[in-house]
């Protein structure tokens, strides 16, 4: 079975402060991670995602991700928060291509100016 | 360059009637998908799709049924709508030829049953 747990379901950062957000997975194969952002009143696009190989991935708009399978997690950071980063972001697992994904519940990102 | 496209984007309707939400890709993608999205519950998947004529159910199907005639179109039905059914719906397809298998998603429609 595979699940994602994302802690926080609300984050607050002031501009320019990092940013992270807590992704913690159960898979009983070895997982593929990806992060989604949706902006208000929009589908969910693709951060970044990590299938096999470099466990450090990079994504779009400064965003990257870590795959640390000893802590079963998926952080995704970005060291300096703008303004445009206020969104949901969603955490999710699949076994691969054809696979089902496993959604976290989303975590609201505030940038306070 | 349409992508994954869904209609209607808004819909108000009232209980037990039947309600159809569009989905058609240009990417000729294998697999589609159908999720709910509501506060709290993140993403949950309804109903799957292989290919054409290959359909299956996600997480929480009962009161919806879809159909795939044709690879490009992912049709969403609601046969007698609930309140319950409120909710942001959103149509996803995926290309189980890559090696990501990462979902691409439409704007999604907002269903509101009064």
């Known amino acids: 079975a595979q699940s994602v747990t994302q802690l926080g379901s609300h984050v607050s950062v002031s501009e320019g402060a990092l940013v992270l957000l807590r992704c913690n997975y159960s898979?009983?194969?070895?997982?593929?991670l990806f992060w989604y952002v949706q902006y208000p009143n929009q589908g969910l696009q693709l951060l970044l995602k990590?299938?096999?190989?470099?466990?450090l991935v990079k994504g779009i708009n400064g965003f990257e991700a870590e795959f640390k399978k000893s802590e079963t997690s998926f952080h995704l950071t970005k060291p300096s928060a703008h303004m445009s980063d206020a969104a949901e972001y969603f955490c999710a697992v699949s076994r691969g291509p054809g696979n089902q994904f496993y959604f976290g519940t989303g975590t609201s990102l505030t940038v306070i100016p | 360059d349409a992508g994954i496209t869904q209609s209607p984007r808004y819909k108000i309707t009232e209980t037990g009637r039947q309600v159809t939400l569009m989905c058609h890709q240009t990417?000729?993608?294998?697999?589609m998908f159908w999720y709910r999205q509501d506060l709290g519950h993140g993403l949950r998947l309804i109903y799957y799709?292989?290919?054409?004529?290959?359909?299956d159910k996600g997480e929480v199907p009962d009161g919806y049924v879809v159909s795939r005639s044709k690879t490009e179109n992912f049709p969403l039905t609601l046969e007698s709508a609930t309140r319950s059914q409120t909710s942001v719906y959103f149509c996803?397809?995926?290309?189980?030829?890559?090696?990501?298998?990462?979902?691409?998603f439409g704007e999604g429609s907002r269903l509101t049953v009064l």
């Open positions: 799709s292989a290919a054409a004529d290959i359909t």
């Open positions: 996803a397809s995926s290309d189980n030829q890559g090696n990501t298998g990462e979902l691409f």
């Open positions: 990590y299938t096999t190989g470099a466990t």
């Open positions: 990417w000729s993608h294998s697999y």
């Open positions: 898979s009983s194969v070895p997982p593929y």
